[in-house]
Nanobody, 119 residues
């Protein structure tokens, strides 16, 4: 059984920083891409940042230059460093991993962590 567990969310003032972490555990044979998505009330879930198995990142235009995604492949962990936070960054942030477990490859999701940015 595979689990993704996020941590690091919270309340921060505009201009502040937060660092999110997501650790994948369970019977994992390999992890391909990992990423962070977010969903604000009334909005669809959107991609914030992704990182390939080779470490190549990609970002949504709304967070480029402010957020940095990284991964620790040894510990199956992905991070999201969020700087210069804005109120519009307020959302539940979800970790996603495209990975191969014991028998099959599929996409897994964490339960989410709340990020609230006050103005």
């Amino acid at each position: 059984q595979v689990q993704l567990v996020e941590s690091g969310g919270g309340l921060v003032q505009a201009g502040g920083s937060l660092r999110l972490s997501c650790a994948a555990s369970g019977t994992i044979r390999s992890i391909n891409a990992m990423g962070w998505y977010r969903q604000a009330p009334g909005n669809e879930r959107e991609l914030v940042a992704g990182i390939s198995s080779g470490g190549s990142p990609n970002y949504s235009d709304s967070v480029k230059g402010r957020f940095t995604i990284s991964r620790d492949s040894v510990n199956n962990t992905v991070y999201l460093q969020m700087n210069s936070l804005k109120p519009e960054d307020t959302a539940v942030y979800y970790c996603n991993a495209d990975l191969t477990a014991l028998w099959s490859r599929r996409s897994y999701w964490g339960r989410g962590t709340q990020v609230t940015v006050s103005s």
